[in-house]
C-alpha cells in the first residue's frame, strides 16, 4: 500500500510540475524538483486559476470535489477563482466506466458483492458513486 501512496504522491507532483506549479513545490520541498526540466508543456497563456482547474481535473474525481467544494467559499478565494473553479460543476469530462473498473477491484475487491447493480453513467460532475436502497446490499442508503 506505500508503494501505492508513493506512486500517486508522483503523479500529483508531476501535474502539479507539468502545470507550472513547481515554483511552490520547490518552496515547499527544496531541491526535490529541477525547475529547469520541471516546464514541459507551456500553459503560460492561461490564468493560474484555470491551471489550478485543469491540474485538478487531470488528477482525477476526488480532486475534481475539493474544486467543487473549494468553488463555493466565496469569502476565502478571490472572484476570478470562483469563476473558474465553478467550472468544475458542471463541466468535467466524464471517465470511462471501463477504466474505473480496475480501481474498483483494486480497493474493494468484493464490491460486485456488494452492490446489485452499477449505473456505469455517472450522477453529476466528478460523481463517485452512490448507494441506494435498491442497488446497496449492505451498508447505509445515502442520498
Same mark, same amino acid.
Do not use: H
Given at each position: 500500500?506505500?508503494?501505492?501512496? /508513493?506512486?500517486?504522491?508522483?503523479?500529483?507532483?508531476?501535474?502539479? *510540475?507539468?502545470?507550472?506549479?513547481?515554483?511552490?513545490?520547490? =518552496?515547499?520541498?527544496?531541491?526535490? /524538483?529541477?525547475?529547469?526540466?520541471?516546464?514541459?508543456?507551456?500553459?503560460?497563456?492561461?490564468?493560474?486559476?484555470?491551471? /489550478?482547474?485543469?491540474?485538478?481535473?487531470?488528477?482525477?474525481?476526488?480532486? +475534481?470535489?475539493?474544486?467543487?467544494?473549494?468553488?463555493?467559499?466565496? =469569502? %476565502?478565494?478571490?472572484? =476570478?477563482?470562483?469563476? =473558474?473553479?465553478?467550472? %468544475?460543476?458542471?463541466? +468535467?469530462? *466524464? *471517465?470511462?466506466?471501463?477504466? *474505473?473498473?480496475?480501481? %474498483?477491484?483494486?480497493?474493494?475487491?468484493?464490491?460486485?458483492?456488494?452492490? $446489485?447493480? +452499477?449505473?456505469?453513467?455517472?450522477?453529476?460532475?466528478?460523481?463517485?458513486?452512490?448507494? $441506494?436502497? %435498491?442497488?446497496?446490499? $449492505?451498508?447505509?442508503?445515502?442520498?
Amino acid at each position: 500500500m506505500a508503494s501505492v501512496s /508513493i506512486r500517486r504522491y508522483g503523479q500529483i507532483f508531476d501535474v502539479l *510540475v507539468k502545470y507550472g506549479f513547481s515554483y511552490y513545490l520547490n =518552496e515547499l520541498f527544496p531541491g526535490f /524538483i529541477n525547475t529547469k526540466k520541471a516546464a514541459q508543456d507551456d500553459f503560460s497563456s492561461y490564468s493560474m486559476y484555470a491551471r /489550478i482547474r485543469m491540474a485538478l481535473e487531470e488528477l482525477g474525481p476526488t480532486f +475534481v470535489k475539493f474544486g467543487q467544494l473549494m468553488s463555493t467559499r466565496t =469569502e %476565502l478565494f478571490p472572484p =476570478e477563482m470562483i469563476e =473558474e473553479l465553478s467550472k %468544475l460543476q458542471d463541466r +468535467v469530462g *466524464v *471517465v470511462p466506466f471501463d477504466e *474505473v473498473i480496475p480501481t %474498483l477491484d483494486e480497493y474493494i475487491p468484493d464490491w460486485r458483492d456488494v452492490f $446489485t447493480s +452499477v449505473d456505469p453513467q455517472p450522477l453529476a460532475a466528478a460523481s463517485i458513486s452512490r448507494c $441506494t436502497a %435498491l442497488s446497496c446490499r $449492505t451498508g447505509p442508503n445515502l442520498p
